[in-house]
């Protein structure tokens, strides 16, 4: 599409093919180049990388005092 704006080709390199494979399990409709603006914008608006959140609820599940698990709301109230 043609644009006055500026481009940025990103390279798929392995840490970034990692947030855009959990990008694609949240959207998972979209293509995996628009996946990038995506993500770019979960960022901006005080978000973290799909990715990230999900390492932040592993990493505390189980965590809290007589919790089996933490409770994960993306699976009742999605995005």
Do not use: N
């Not at 006055?4 to 995996?32: F, G, K, Y």
């Not at 180049?33 to 960022?43: H, P, T």
């Not at 990493?59 to 709301?73: I, N």
């Amino acid at each position: 599409m043609p644009t006055t704006r500026p481009r940025h080709p990103v390279t798929e390199t392995d840490e970034i093919a990692d947030v855009l494979d959990a990008a694609a399990q949240r959207w998972s409709d979209v293509p995996r180049a628009k996946l990038v603006q995506l993500v770019l914008l979960d960022w901006a608006r005080g978000g973290r990388s799909p990715a990230a959140r999900a390492d932040a609820r592993a990493d505390l599940a189980g965590s809290l005092p007589g919790s089996a698990a933490l409770y994960d709301r993306t699976e009742d109230w999605p995005a």
